[in-house]
């Protein structure tokens, strides 16, 4: 065992949530120790975010193609899967290789070390035969890992996860993905739009199944017509594997493909981290937190590991309100009411705040207000591919909306006016009395608003 190095802080997981503090605290002039055993960045500009957009920018622009017909003349549609995987490799990903992102914490005036880190005790992390002592304390954001569902004879099988997916140079002639999720129902629409017949399985009655039922009938709807067969309320009981893939079913049905992609959540990266060495819960699915995302005493938390949304703009969220508090910088502390998110398909679902149900579980009276798309001036003028709808949720008690979702064309858009209304408690009459430009896909949400009454 080496000396002990005395530092500030260790970050231990350089995803987007670590990569952030560690570069800010370091900025800041602290001693800081970054600690990552994969690439710097994490799953979001390698395996997530950005790669799988920049497959989604290919697929809609196959279906902008397709949809000439009837608008502007003919169209021949060619899909080549080929400058889609170029792209990836060389423009997102750079083959996989995070030099530029170490670089950009070293840069800051960080360490960074490559290897796992295992927490000794209070403050102390040791990382092969280096031991290091953090003064202030250490930041926990090691993230998530895809769910493998103890499925019978899933284990051994050639099956891919996310990041299979993105790493994809060819595509396969046919694909069958568990779980109807964010992620499954992304990767289904690109891989149909390239000729891929995709099947999605998905145990509960609906894909989607934690955004409003409307936003599982659009993206029912839109997959379908894009050819994917979407099966809901039956699991996957057996899977085998002989050069292709054949899934059971719960109700005796099979189906087969020549690839598995499993989509059936994430969950939190905890087990072998020696929290139990600092009074936290090694088999707990998250860190809880308080609103300084302090775990425990000199323990911070950021991104996924909290369980308040796997997405890159929550860790960047959590990451600010953690170095504000480390450095004793104040201002205001998490707060969860106006959680946005977007799933990228096409149409495009934004959403922030509560649904229709979680309102009505938690609230005395709430009103709902909804128009679809097709039913207003701009997406009557946009025609083909204007699926969609504009939904507020409201506590009418309060006079106040705390939920929305907005599908459409520009649907992740669209819901950042309503995220700024959900955040800030914007009274309804205000919102009544705002101007929306014409004929815009936003001012739809003028619309949804009068439907309020």
């Known amino acids: 065992m080496g000396d002990v190095r005395n ?4 970050v231990i997981g350089l995803g987007v949530g670590g990569e952030e503090a560690a570069g800010r ?27 799988t957009k920049m497959m989604v920018r290919a697929g809609s622009a196959l279906a902008e193609a397709r949809r000439i017909p009837g608008l502007a003349g003919a169209s ?16 997102a990903t750079d083959d996989w290789n995070d030099k530029a992102a170490v670089d950009r914490l070293t840069g800051k005036g960080g360490t960074f070390v490559r290897g796992r880190a295992t927490i000794t005790g209070p403050g102390r992390v040791r990382v092969g035969e280096q031991e290091y002592a953090a003064a202030r304390g250490l930041v926990l954001a090691t993230g998530t890992v895809a769910v493998i569902p103890p499925i019978d004879g899933l284990a051994g099988t050639p099956y891919w996860t996310n990041r299979d997916a993105v790493e994809a140079a060819t595509l396969p002639g046919s694909l069958i993905i568990l779980g109807g999720g964010a992620i499954g129902c992304e990767f289904a629409q690109v891989f149909a739009r390239f000729g891929v017949a995709v099947t999605i399985i998905e145990g509960s009655g ?21 050819g994917v067969t979407v099966r809901t309320g039956v699991r996957a009981t ?3 594997h002989d050069g292709a893939f054949t899934v059971t079913l719960t109700d005796g049905s099979t189906v087969t493909g020549d690839r598995l992609l499993v989509a059936t959540g994430r969950a939190a990266r905890l087990g072998d981290l020696g929290l139990e060495t600092i009074g936290l819960d090694p088999g707990a699915r998250f860190l809880s937190t308080d ?18 949304g796997n997405f890159t703009h929550m860790a960047m969220y959590e990451a600010d309100i953690a170095v504000r508090d480390i450095l004793g910088q104040g201002g205001p502390g998490a707060d969860y009411r ?29 009103r709902v207000g909804h128009v679809p798309l097709s039913a207003t001036s701009r997406g009557f003028v946009h025609g083909p591919g204007n699926e969609g709808f504009i939904k507020v949720v409201a506590d009418h008690e309060r006079g106040v909306l705390v939920g929305a979702t907005t599908a459409g064309p520009a649907g ?33 949400i003028g619309d949804a608003l009068k439907a309020l009454a």
């Open 25 to 51: 605290l370091a900025s800041a002039g602290l001693d800081v120790v970054g600690v990552e055993h994969n690439l710097v960045g994490g799953e979001c500009p390698y395996w997530g975010c950005i790669p």
């Open 338 to 366: 106006a959680r946005p998110r977007v799933t990228f398909l096409d149409p495009e679902i934004g959403a922030v705040g509560l649904t229709e149900q979680q309102a009505r579980d938690t609230l005395t009276d709430v």
């Open 238 to 240: 057996h899977v085998s």
């Open 76 to 91: 021949t549609v060619e899909p080549d899967w080929t400058p889609v995987a170029g792209r990836v490799r060389d423009e």
């Open 291 to 308: 609103d300084r995302m302090r775990a425990a005493d000199r323990v911070w938390a950021v991104g996924d590991v909290t369980g308040n």
């Open 7 to 10: 530092v500030d802080v260790v």
């Open 206 to 226: 609906r894909i989607l199944a934690m955004e409003e039922p409307e936003s599982s009938e659009v993206a029912t709807g839109v997959l379908t017509a894009d």
């Open 412 to 444: 992740g858009e669209m819901i950042g006016a309503l995220a700024v209304a959900v955040h800030a408690e914007v009274p309804i009459s205000t919102l009544h009395s705002q101007i929306w430009a014409y004929p815009t896909f936003h001012r739809g």
